[in-house]
T-cell receptor
Framework: DVKVTQSSRYLVKRTGEKVFLECVQD?????MFWYRQDPGLGLRLIYF???????EKGDIPEGYSVSREKKERFSLILESASTNQTSMYLC????????????FGQGTRLTVV | ELKVEQNPLFLSMQEGKNYTIYCNYS?????LYWYRQDPGKSLESLFV?????AVKQEGRLMASLDTKARLSTLHITAAVHDLSATYFC?????????FGAGTTVTVRA
């Protein structure tokens, strides 16, 4: 089974803090993604990576950055957390060899106060 | 601008009856995905549709893809309570998936 693991289920951070969300997958997938999910808006793509050290902006990259130093790990960084970044964050991975079907982690619910 | 539109956004189903969720997308693609999300949980893959005319079935759920009409449907047969969840369709573009807003399904007795 594909396993995508996010480091935290729940996080509470203060405005202005630098926040790191970590994601690890164990299926050697080349593609990894960070989405945020908000009620009524579905999932919106923040950043994705199709190879180690490669990254591309998604639809809503402002206020975020990412790091992919190893194939299995993809980190999302909130440079200076703001209250409008309170959301559910979902990490996913996929491979061209399985039709780009995305497999999701359990999600991190981030609250910025 | 890519749009993925699902309708309805909310669906109250009566047990035993049949229903359909529609997913329209604005740009040509031959890859369409359906996911299920239970409250407080992550997304679980239901179907991967990779060609025009593709039809897949699992239990009471059946998904189909018409790339010419840019339409996918998720048909629910004889709804049961266990199917209460939010269902998302997603359109495939290169590496990425673009998601619809989701359809929240509630099945009542």
């Amino acid at each position: 089974d594909v396993k995508v693991t996010q480091s935290s289920r729940y996080l509470v951070k203060r405005t202005g803090e630098k926040v790191f969300l970590e994601c690890v997958q164990d299926m050697d997938h080349e593609n990894m993604f960070w989405y945020r999910q908000d009620p009524g808006l579905g999932l919106r793509l923040i950043y994705f990576s199709y190879d180690v050290k490669m990254k591309e902006k998604g639809d809503i990259p402002e206020g975020y950055s990412v790091s992919r130093e190893k194939k299995e790990r993809f980190s999302l960084i909130l440079e200076s957390a703001s209250t409008n970044q309170t959301s559910m964050y979902l990490c996913a991975s996929s491979s061209q060899f399985t039709g780009f079907e995305a497999f999701f982690g359990q999600g991190t619910r981030l609250t910025v106060v | 601008e890519l749009k993925v539109e699902q309708n309805p956004l909310f669906l109250s189903m009566q047990e035993g009856k049949n229903y359909t969720i529609y997913c329209n997308y604005s740009t040509t693609s031959d890859r369409l995905y359906w996911y299920r999300q239970d409250p407080g949980k992550s997304l679980e893959s239901l179907f991967v549709l990779l060609s025009n005319g593709a039809v897949k079935q699992e239990g009471r759920l059946m998904a189909s893809l018409d790339t010419k009409a840019r339409l996918s449907t998720l048909h629910i047969t004889a709804a049961v309570h266990d199917l209460s969840a939010t269902y998302f369709c997603a359109w495939g573009n290169d590496y990425k998936l673009s998601f619809g807003a989701g359809t929240t399904v509630t099945v009542r007795a």
